[in-house]
């Protein structure tokens, strides 16, 4: 069963516009988030993270939001550029529990910014 | 520069035949890890390594082996690869202290098994 689940395979957003790209899971031992982003041909790019001790952590134009309660999150892009059209993977893990380096992967959102 | 090397960049073998991907990081790097990468499965963890001589098994550890005998080198073993084996491999590393804040990824190993 998938712990991380990024049920969005792809999203089409229009340069300028804000891109949302969720994420849901199911483990409640998850302590720590973290969204990579990966071009083809090239391994992926950490961009932000988030503890379960916040709600909201933001760098720049991204910003990631954390419900634990509906164990939820997002990432917010705003404005969207057409260079951050690449695959977005969501992945979680147990910082709190001895199990840090186990790290689980959602199967990634395809985002598509229009110029 | 800081990175992550991998080699092959590509391999096409058959299936029985041993073969090992090496992964090399130059940061001093405590943390490494192996992934796998399919279509529609997105990323899954193979092994991954807190230390030299410390190595945890991931998701999907089955037909793979590592070790860590140096800080800086954690080859993955395919004792008998068969098919199911093909895919993107990559490499990661980062300091333990941060958490995968900056987790360094290799370009990938496309592995083939025919």
């Known amino acids: 069963d998938q712990q991380v689940k990024q049920n969005s395979p792809s999203l089409s957003v229009q340069e300028g516009r804000i891109s949302i790209l969720n994420c849901d899971y199911t483990?409640?031992?998850?302590?720590?988030f973290l969204w990579y982003k990966k071009y083809p041909a090239e391994g992926p790019t950490f961009l932000i993270s988030?503890?379960?001790?916040?709600d909201k952590n933001e760098d720049g134009r991204f910003t990631v939001f954390l419900n634990k309660s509906a164990k939820h999150l997002s990432l917010h892009i705003v404005p969207s550029q057409p260079g951050d059209s690449a695959v977005y993977f969501c992945?979680?893990?147990?910082?709190?529990?001895?199990?840090?380096?186990?790290?689980?992967f959602g199967k990634g959102t395809k985002l598509s910014v229009k110029p | 520069e800081a990175q992550v090397t991998q080699n092959p960049r590509y391999l096409i073998t058959v299936t029985g035949k041993k073969l090992t991907v090496t992964c090399s990081q130059n940061?001093?790097?405590?943390?490494m890890s192996w992934y796998r990468q399919d279509p529609g499965l997105g990323l899954r963890q193979i092994y991954y390594?807190?230390?030299?001589?410390?190595?945890d098994k991931g998701d999907v550890p089955e037909g793979y082996k590592v070790s860590r005998k140096e800080k800086r080198n954690f080859p993955l073993i395919l004792e008998s690869p068969s098919p199911n084996q093909t895919s993107l491999y990559f490499c990661?590393?980062?300091?333990?202290?941060?958490?995968?804040?900056?987790?360094?990824f290799g370009p990938g190993t496309r592995l083939t098994v025919l």
């Open positions: 992945a979680a893990s147990q910082q709190l529990s001895g199990s840090q380096g186990n790290l689980i």
């Open positions: 940061m001093n790097h405590e943390y």
């Open positions: 990661a590393s980062s300091s333990a202290g941060l958490l995968y804040n900056e987790q360094f």
């Open positions: 988030i503890s379960s001790i916040k």
């Open positions: 390594s807190m230390n030299v001589e410390v190595t």
């Open positions: 483990n409640s031992m998850f302590d720590y």
